[in-house]
């Protein structure tokens, strides 16, 4: 789950940069 997490937030950080 931890991985699915961090991918879910990079994913976020993605899309506001």
Do not use: H, Q
Request: aromatic residues 0%; hydrophobic residues 65%; neutral net charge.
């Amino acid at each position: 789950t931890a991985p699915s997490l961090l991918a879910v937030k990079d994913v976020v950080v993605a899309n506001i940069l």
